[in-house]
């Protein structure tokens, strides 16, 4: 059974860091373009940020762009996303996501993954 198992939420002052880590189970990573999502008490869930399977290519939110940085390392099988300059409206459930990598859907679109994980909660206070 796949799993994604997100890790490095928190809580954090306006201006700092954090850094998010997806570690999926029973996976062919290096078979999968990853992503990050984030979710707002109220709000639906927003595309922040994709790779592709090979790291080549990377898309952001416009919102994140020059902020967050996503990377991945296949021989970790590890997805990570680098949150730099936090604001208050990035407080948001944040959550990774698996596509398989052949998809020709956009990497903006929740429907084109197939797995997901649970969950990390990232709180920013002003």
Do not use: H
């Amino acid at each position: 059974q796949v799993q994604l198992v997100e890790s490095g939420g928190g809580m954090v002052q306006a201006g700092g860091s954090l850094r998010l880590s997806c570690a999926p189970s029973a996976l062919t990573f290096n078979s999968y373009r990853m992503a990050w999502f984030r979710q707002a008490p109220g709000k639906e869930r927003d595309f922040v940020a994709g790779i592709s399977w090979s790291a080549i290519t990377t898309y952001y939110a416009d919102s994140v762009k020059g902020r967050f940085t996503i990377s991945r390392d296949n021989a970790k099988n590890t997805v990570y996303l680098q949150m730099n300059s936090l604001k208050p409206e990035d407080t948001a459930v944040y959550y990774c996501a698996a596509a398989y990598r052949f998809k020709n859907s956009s990497y903006r679109i929740i429907g084109t993954y197939d797995y997901w994980g649970q969950g990390t909660q990232v709180t920013v206070s002003s």
